[in-house]
């Protein structure tokens, strides 16, 4: 069974940069790709990006900026790091395992899948001076 | 980017069927995956792919797909399926792929 386990610093004032790492238990490391998702208080979630074993990355245009997320394979963990934070970056944060691939044929559509099976326990991170 | 859309709020009768929508280009060619999430909880995954359940999550829950909409169906809601439900896709139509999510909808079984 897949386990996430999560911590980073929980306050943080304003500019400062947040930091957070992510433990892989369980399974593979390769083959997946390993995001970050936050939810401000009262909201939705928002997806701040993901990177898979070899490194690669993609980042939510709306935090490019300001995000950087690495992996190390070694640790079979993968972090997060939010510069400049401000009072809108409070959230709780989750990390997240997720799959992609081909879906095959439904009619005459070609559809691929993408969903997010395992997530962390979440880490509430407060921004305030 | 892509967006997905949900509406904000539904309501059901115990016992009684629910559709949850979910519109967005991106899921012209990727199946949706639906998330429940209660409160102080992380995200749980209960539908993926076409229309597959993971381990565990109840038979009740079903999903299926038509141009840029996907539904989440619950047949013979439950007290305990209250919850907020968030539809999720990956986005393949900028220059980098990204995910997106819906805003939610809030379910209340009445």
């Known amino acids: 069974q897949v386990q996430l386990q999560q911590w980073g610093a929980g306050l943080l004032k304003p500019s400062e940069t947040l930091s957070l790492t992510c433990a892989v238990y369980?399974?593979?490391?390769?083959?997946?790709?390993w995001s970050w998702i936050r939810q401000p208080p009262g909201k939705g979630l928002e997806w701040i990006g993901e990177?898979?074993?070899?490194?690669?990355?993609n980042y939510n245009p709306s935090l490019k900026s300001r995000v950087t997320i690495s992996v190390d394979t070694s640790k079979n963990q993968f972090s997060l790091k939010l510069s400049s934070v401000t009072a809108a970056d409070t959230a709780v944060y989750y990390c997240?395992?997720?799959?992609?691939?081909?879906?095959?044929?439904?009619?005459?559509?070609?559809?691929?899948?993408?969903?997010?099976?395992?997530w962390g326990k979440g880490t509430t991170v407060t921004v305030s001076s | 980017s892509s967006e997905l859309t949900q509406d904000p709020a539904v309501s059901v009768a115990l016992g009684q069927t629910v559709r949850i929508t979910c519109q967005g280009d991106?899921?012209?060619?990727?199946?949706a995956s639906w998330y429940q999430q209660k409160p102080g909880q992380a995200p749980v995954l209960v539908i993926y792919?076409?229309?597959n359940r993971p381990s565990g999550i109840p038979d009740r829950f079903s999903g299926s797909s038509s141009g840029n909409t996907a539904s989440l169906t619950i047949t013979g809601a439950q007290a305990e399926d209250e919850a907020d439900y968030y539809c999720?896709?990956?986005?393949?139509?900028?220059?980098?792929?990204?995910?997106?999510f819906g805003g939610g909808t809030k379910l209340t079984v009445l």
């Open positions: 997240a395992r997720g799959l992609s691939g081909g879906g095959g044929y439904s009619g005459y559509d070609y559809y691929y899948y993408y969903y997010m099976d395992v």
């Open positions: 369980g399974g593979s490391f390769s083959g997946y790709y």
């Open positions: 990177i898979n074993h070899s490194g690669s990355t």
């Open positions: 991106s899921l012209r060619s990727y199946y």
């Open positions: 792919g076409k229309n």
């Open positions: 999720n896709s990956r986005d393949s139509s900028g220059n980098h792929p990204n995910v997106v």
